[in-house]
């Protein structure tokens, strides 16, 4: 079992910067085996993939709607994954999700409860 826990989520201005955190644990993480991502979804949309990152820093591309403007790293010391908001807009309002899959596996089968970012124009 893997438990999922975000931060940093809250209320900013457009142009303004957020850093969202992740932190992993659970008998069943290992740095070495996840994959950590991003996703987000907002009212009335789907849920989208933004990035992920494995152990060793190796990035999964980001979503168009980010590219350029978010950035996700990882400390494995720590089981954390953050996501480096800058220049947000208001249609990055959303709930933003953290999750984890294992190298062997597509699936991301973990989840956080999501953290509420808001950006007002």
């Known amino acids: 079992q893997v438990q999922l826990v975000e931060s940093g989520g809250g209320l900013v201005q457009a142009g303004g910067s957020l850093r969202l955190s992740c932190a992993a644990s659970?008998?069943?993480?290992?740095?070495?085996?996840?994959?950590m991502g991003w996703f987000r979804q907002a009212p009335g949309k789907e849920r989208e993939f933004l990035t992920a990152?494995?152990?060793?820093?190796?990035?999964?591309g980001y979503a168009d709607s980010v590219k350029g403007r978010f950035t996700i790293s990882r400390d494995n010391a720590k089981n954390t994954v953050y996501l480096q908001m800058n220049s947000l807009k208001p249609e990055d309002t959303a709930v933003y999700y953290c999750?984890?899959?294992?190298?062997?596996?597509?699936?991301?089968?973990?989840w956080g409860q999501g953290t509420q970012v808001t950006v007002s124009s």
């Open positions: 990152i494995n152990w060793s820093g190796g990035i999964t």
């Open positions: 659970g008998r069943s993480f290992s740095n070495y085996l996840m994959v």
């Open positions: 999750a984890a899959r294992r190298q062997s596996s597509s699936a991301f089968g973990s």
